[in-house]
């Protein structure tokens, strides 16, 4: 079946420490997405790629990292430059063609600082 | 900078129950997106409005676009435990690959 897939689901790591989280999707979308939840909050845009190789900053870049080498990863670093890490972290695509907004979403990656 | 202000913020509500819950902005938007994620995964596309005035379906839930395109509003009908989850509404930011984000509304069926 077609969708995105994000991994881990779960993630604790040490302050101090990079990690990597996981984005791969199969529905031949061109153009990407991670954002940030936090609890009471709505969805804040981090990074967002329309074409492979090429990305652009959302709102809350400082502290992240990613690339887009293939059309179907995008992976978010999380560095320790960014001073409160732990939050849910959701990828998404979306859906070609001039209707704005249709994305898709992976099941979301939780990092937990220790 | 644009906003999207949702409310109310949470519902208690009865199953059985209906419910209404709504999108204002001081900024004109041109799309209204309606998600809903339950817990602990990735929001999920509901219904999309593209045209003022619209209304739309989809089974329980009717969204409509609001004629000053300020506005959007969602209905359920008819409320049953799978509706628990929050709420989104969203609109496009300066292109269709940006959207900005209301808050949320929490939906909550009292047992």
């Known amino acids: 079946d077609g969708g995105i897939t994000q991994s881990p689901k779960y993630l604790f790591r040490k302050e101090g420490q990079n990690v990597t989280l996981s984005c791969e999707q199969n529905?031949?979308?061109?153009?990407m997405y991670w954002y940030r939840q936090d609890p009471g909050q709505g969805l804040r845009l981090i990074y967002y790629?329309?074409?492979?190789?090429?990305?652009q900053k959302g709102d809350i870049a400082e502290g992240y990292s990613v690339s887009r080498e293939k059309k179907e990863s995008f992976p978010l670093t999380v560095t320790s430059a960014q001073k409160n890490p732990t939050a849910f972290y959701l990828c998404?695509?979306?859906?070609?063609?001039?209707?704005?907004?249709?994305?898709?979403f992976g099941e979301g990656s939780r990092l937990t600082v220790l | 900078g644009q906003q999207l202000n949702q409310s109310p913020q949470s519902m208690f509500i009865q199953e059985g129950e209906d419910v209404s819950m709504n999108c204002t902005s001081s900024?004109?938007?041109?799309?209204w997106l309606w998600y809903k994620q339950d817990p602990g995964e990735g929001p999920v596309l509901l219904i999309a409005?593209?045209?003022a005035g619209e209304l739309t379906s989809n089974g329980r839930l009717t969204a409509q676009f609001g004629i000053t395109r300020k506005d959007s509003f969602l209905n359920i009908s008819a409320s049953i435990p799978s509706d628990v989850g929050i709420y989104f509404c969203?609109?496009?930011?300066?292109?269709?690959?940006?959207?900005?984000w209301g808050a949320g509304t929490k939906l909550i069926i009292k047992p």
């Open positions: 790629s329309q074409i492979v190789n090429d990305f």
């Open positions: 409005l593209y045209k």
């Open positions: 969203a609109g496009p930011r300066y292109s269709n690959y940006q959207l900005i």
């Open positions: 529905l031949n979308h061109d153009a």
């Open positions: 900024s004109i938007f041109n799309t």
């Open positions: 998404a695509s979306l859906a070609g063609g001039y209707r704005a907004g249709e994305l898709f």
